[in-house]
């Protein structure tokens, strides 16, 4: 059973930075594609950023420029650093796992208030 446990959510203000943490169980983690989505409340679930097994990363248009999604996989970690953030990052962050592009695992979410 993988699980994905993120971690670093909280409330911030407009303009501040965050950094969210995911860490992953299991072997072979080096070669999965790993991913952030959020969800806002009354909003679909929406690509944030990816990141696959040579590094490379694909984000979504409202955050690029802002966030940057990294890995390390030697602690089979992902992390995403947030900056100027906006109230409309406010957002369930999920971190997300693709196996062999057809198996895919979420965490349970963390929470981002964006908020003065």
């Known amino acids: 059973q993988v699980q994905l446990v993120e971690s670093g959510g909280g409330l911030v203000q407009p303009g501040g930075s965050l950094t969210l943490s995911c860490a992953a169980s299991g072997s072979n983690f080096r070669f999965y594609v790993m991913g952030w989505y959020r969800q806002a409340p009354g909003k679909q679930r929406e690509l944030v950023a990816t990141?696959?097994?040579?590094?490379?990363?694909n984000y979504g248009d409202s955050v690029k420029g802002r966030f940057t999604i990294s890995r390390d996989n030697a602690r089979n970690t992902v992390n995403l650093q947030m900056t100027s953030l906006e109230p409309e990052d406010t957002a369930v962050y999920y971190c997300n796992q693709v196996r062999g592009g057809m198996l895919s695992y979420w965490g349970q979410g963390t929470h981002v208030t964006v908020s003065s």
């Open positions: 990141i696959k097994s040579d590094a490379t990363t």
